[in-house]
């Protein structure tokens, strides 16, 4: 990566500057912006403007925190549990949490006004209970920040290899409230973070920040650096902290194209990345699924868009007919459950009465700018299954029909973000070719949306990585709080006259 400052270049609209393996040139508009002290970086094929105010704050806030991460060396994991405790018991007493609520109405009122989606974004009181659940989890949960993993006895001497802390986590991710909760759990394993929201999200963070983080972390005793956010809509300090060396590890979550491009900033800065973007869940129907477990399945993997919803279905020929109306049956159930219409997407050439009436039909779609009359359902072409549908109120979906699982499995490695995949068939062999050929972490054999760290494994989540990119080297695809660590190794000398 490129980091130009203008105390020391100069730039000038027309010349070109090198972005990835491309000449890009710099236009009049960002010659105009470009100040003193402003950072120029390059990124695959872009160049991102830092203005110097942006790159300040970062560098106070990550200055603070790894300052934080060297206190937490000393601090008992006593005092983190009472952190925990003291933010979970925050966020459910009413005075402090009507303060964050009032906030998170306005930045849902705000983003509505916009045409912006609020499925994630508003603070529901189940989401209160699942921060507030994920918090005492990692409060009960035991300390792992000096755990030994191995132990290596020599004649003389041993070997021991323990975990410790990474150090400062630069975490980015979309208006969802509930991260907060999740992602503080590195300081389970001494670590610290420094957030960066969404701009739809921003005042719901800031009031987390002054009722709940900052008050628990005063009453815990732990450093305030801890948990900082970046108090700033600009995208560029995104890009300012994952391009930051300080930074132990970079994490992003949120839309397929934010996440890689903050990907690129960070891997060509040589910071540790993980990325937490595209999703989408695949299931797929045999010719020994059983009806009536498909019903069911359908209809609670599409309850609300997140990354493990259903995204595509596909169905073999030998019964397709036979599921097809069953499948409309249970996306129209969807739909009522969320008082809204369903929207279809009918890959391929596959041809059904019902579909048909479905192509040839309009009704109101729940959009996140309001309802727009659309078609029920419309014909695309089999590369578009790699389309994530990003729905609000409506459930949407694509369908397609193949002839046999082989190329079902084809399809979705192809295809898919390789995330999640579920197989719907009463054949055991059928099921274990499927986790054989697959390429994705999460395979299943019944609704999508079990998918997630605190639902599975009762351990509240970072996010959940896929395999679009390739696999992450010796890690789980669910990224926990206290699977942010490295290993040290200590040597205890026994004999002292011991020499090679």
């Known amino acids: 990566m490129r980091t130009v400052p203008s105390s020391s270049f100069a730039l000038v609209a027309g010349m070109q500057v090198l972005a990835g393996d491309r000449l890009v040139t710099v236009s009049s508009e960002l010659v105009d912006r470009f100040v003193s002290g402003d950072r120029l970086l390059s990124a695959g094929d872009e160049l991102l403007h830092i203005p110097v105010a942006d790159q300040v704050l970062v560098d106070t806030a990550v200055s603070a925190a790894s300052a934080a991460f060297t206190q937490l060396s000393s601090v008992s994991d006593d005092a983190v549990s009472l952190f925990f405790d003291r933010f979970a018991s925050l966020l459910e007493h009413h005075e402090s949490f009507s303060l964050i609520a009032t906030a998170n109405v306005i930045d849902v009122e705000s983003a509505r006004s916009r045409g912006r989606s609020t499925t994630r974004l508003l603070l529901s009181e189940g989401m209160r209970a699942d921060m507030i659940s994920g918090l ?259 459930p949407e979906v694509s369908l397609v029909v193949v002839p046999s699982l082989d190329e079902a499995i084809a399809l979705f490695n192809t295809y898919s973000p390789r995330l999640v995949a579920s197989l719907i068939s009463s054949d055991a062999d059928e099921h274990d070719e499927f986790y054989r050929q697959v390429d994705c972490p999460f395979v299943g054999d019944g609704f999508t949306r079990w998918v997630d760290g605190q639902f599975a494994l009762n351990a509240p989540e970072l996010g959940l990585s896929n395999w679009e990119n390739g696999r992450l080297f010796a890690r789980s695809a669910v990224l926990s709080g206290d699977s942010v660590f490295t290993i040290r190794t200590k040597v205890t000398q026994t004999e002292p006259a011991l020499h090679r």
């Open 136 to 394: 005492r989890a990692w409060r009960d949960s035991p300390s792992r920040r000096d755990l030994t993993v191995a132990t290596i006895e020599h004649v003389g001497w041993t070997v021991e290899q323990r975990r410790a802390p990474l150090g400062v986590v630069g975490f980015v991710f979309e208006g969802r409230p509930n991260v907060f909760a999740d992602a503080t759990g590195v300081l389970r394993t001494g670590n610290t973070v420094v957030f960066r929201i969404g701009s739809d999200a921003l005042n719901t963070a800031r009031a987390i920040m002054e009722q709940a983080v900052r008050p628990a972390l005063v009453a815990a005793g732990l450093p305030l650096g801890a948990v900082g956010l970046l108090d700033s809509p600009s995208r560029a300090t995104g890009w300012a902290m994952f391009s930051h060396p300080s930074i132990g590890l970079a994490v992003a979550r949120g839309s397929g194209e934010a996440v890689n491009q903050l990907g690129a900033v960070a891997r060509q800065a040589g910071v540790p990345v993980s990325l937490h973007g595209t999703g989408g869940a695949w299931m797929v129907a045999s010719s020994q699924c059983d009806v009536e477990r498909f019903r069911q399945v359908v209809r609670w993997s599409l309850d609300r868009k997140v990354c493990n919803t259903l995204n595509v279905c596909v169905l073999m020929e030998a019964n397709a007919a036979e599921l097809i109306p069953v499948f409309l049956e249970s996306l129209v159930a969807a739909g009522v459950a969320r008082n809204a219409n369903p929207k279809l997407h009918i890959a391929g050439n596959v041809s059904h009465v019902a579909l048909d009436e479905w192509c040839d039909g309009q009704w109101p779609i729940d959009r996140a700018s309001g309802l727009v009359d659309e078609t029920r359902a419309e014909r695309i072409g089999v590369d578009q299954l790699a389309t994530e549908w990003e729905w609000d109120g409506s």
